[in-house]
């Protein structure tokens, strides 16, 4: 199951993608979410770089995990002090990338945290996902921050802003900090992958 965890490129234009076929499973959501941190969790590893500065990660970061599928680690965005054209061109980063990959990419994660409601970016986001029609969950992040009558909480405010979602299925609660949930999405990546 995920043992092995290499850093393989960072992609700042789309003709820099890999080549080939490999499947990809991507980590988006706003920045200091926890995508990096998400991936060293269910590798068990540090290799994906995570910092507690917002808004560092201007590249597509490609992590190849078991010399067979991709994770890939999207910039976050979000970050109140990058300038409009630095958040054009993650857009435009964004756009061509999903437009570029179709059927590599088998399963998206969209994190969001737990601590906020989602932001209008996440939404954004969740609407674009859906129309783009890819393979995608949300994961509510950080709950080991949380009481459980907030996680209770937050989890009403992903059903009212982003209807539909179904818990075990396009939808979980986890924490890198306590492996809160990591069972399941290891499961969930697997599976997503050998189809
Ligand atoms: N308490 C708690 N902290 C977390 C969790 N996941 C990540 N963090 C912390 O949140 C901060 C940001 O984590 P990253 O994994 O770097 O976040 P990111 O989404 O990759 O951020 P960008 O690359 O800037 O977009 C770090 O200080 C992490 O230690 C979690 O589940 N619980
Ligand atoms: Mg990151």
Request: proline residues 4%.
């Amino acid at each position: 199951m995920m043992k092995l965890i290499e850093f393989h490129k960072a992609v700042y234009k789309i003709a820099d993608l890999p080549k080939g076929n490999r499947a990809e499973v991507v980590l988006c959501g706003r920045s200091n979410v926890g995508k990096s941190s998400f991936i060293n969790c269910l590798l068990s590893s540090k290799t994906a770089k995570t910092s507690s500065q917002p808004g560092k990660t201007r590249s597509i970061n490609y992590y190849l995990i078991d010399n067979k599928f991709f994770f890939v680690d999207l910039p976050g965005f979000g970050y109140a002090k990058v300038s409009k054209t630095e958040r054009d061109n993650w857009q435009k980063l964004i756009d061509d990338y999903f437009n570029s990959s179709g059927g590599r990419i088998k399963l998206v994660l969209h994190l969001v945290d737990s601590r906020h409601e989602p932001t209008p970016l996440d939404l954004m986001l969740h609407e674009y996902l859906k129309q783009m029609g890819m393979p995608c969950a949300v994961i509510l992040n950080k709950i080991d921050k949380l009481k459980q009558s907030e996680i209770a909480a937050s989890k009403r405010n992903i059903s009212a802003t982003m209807p539909g979602l179904e818990a075990g299925k396009d939808f979980f609660l986890f924490s890198a900090v306590s492996g809160f949930g990591k069972k399941e999405l290891l499961k969930l990546v697997n599976n997503s992958i050998i189809e």
